[in-house]
């Protein structure tokens, strides 16, 4: 049974760093193939796509987002970090990962968690 | 940057009807198409990928046809659970797209 849990600050001020962490079980990021991503949905919107990792280490980011995102993996733990800087209010949403299937879809999701960019 | 455009935005269906969504690429997008559903406060599911196969777990009142530029999904007969947004998204190119999503809502 393959399970993910977003989690970090609720809250954070402009230009700050946000650091989020996605836990999961039911699957190892060390096993060929598998990959987790970040998406995110601002209040009343659409779903964003932001930051893909997988099991050899490969990465991929959203261009637009590129200089402000980084991914990686602590397989040991079985996380996924994202670190987003200089953080906006216009960053606010509900971030979510996921496990990729092959070869880019999402086929099990955490929760997502809420967070506001507000001074 | 491929741009997924879902039209309508919103669709107003009374239960046992049968809905069709619509999602345009601005390129070819082979069959590489995901179509996720939402319901207020969760989090997408996923419904269909490769365009047309059903994800494990769902009903067969929901298909998905198209390749292309081109796509549909369909709910036969549209259930009192099935009200939610609907999102597709495309993975044949970087950076994933997804669309804008189409909202079913009660008539």
């Known amino acids: 049974q393959i399970t993910l849990k977003e989690s970090g600050p609720t809250l954070v001020k402009p230009t700050q760093i946000l650091t989020l962490t996605c836990t999961f079980s039911?699957?190892?990021?060390?096993?060929?193939?598998?990959?987790v991503g970040w998406i995110r949905q601002p209040p009343g919107k659409a779903l964003e796509w932001l930051a893909v990792i997988y099991w050899d280490d490969d990465k991929r980011y959203r261009p637009s987002l590129n200089n402000r995102l980084t991914i990686a993996k602590d397989t040991s733990k079985n996380q996924v970090v994202l670190i987003m800087t200089n953080m906006d209010p216009v960053d606010t949403a509900t971030y979510y990962c996921?496990?990729?299937?092959?070869?880019?879809?999402?086929?099990?999701w955490g929760q997502g968690t809420l967070v506001t960019v507000s001074s | 940057e491929i741009v997924m455009t879902q039209s309508p935005a919103t669709l107003s269906v009374s239960p046992g009807e049968r809905v069709t969504l619509s999602c345009r690429a601005s390129?070819?997008?082979?069959?590489?198409l995901a179509w996720y559903q939402q319901k207020p406060g969760q989090a997408p599911r996923l419904l269909i990928y490769g365009a047309s196969t059903r994800a494990t777990g769902i009903p067969a009142r929901f298909s998905g046809s198209g390749s292309g530029t081109e796509f549909t999904l369909t709910i036969s007969s549209l259930q009192s659970e099935d009200f939610a947004v609907y999102y597709c998204?495309?993975?044949?190119?970087?950076?994933?797209?997804f669309g804008g999503g189409t909202k079913v809502e009660i008539k």
């Open positions: 039911g699957f190892s990021l060390s096993t060929s193939g598998v990959g």
């Open positions: 996921a496990h990729r299937s092959s070869p880019h879809y999402f086929d099990y």
């Open positions: 390129q070819s997008v082979s069959s590489n």
């Open positions: 998204q495309q993975y044949n190119n970087w950076p994933l797209i």
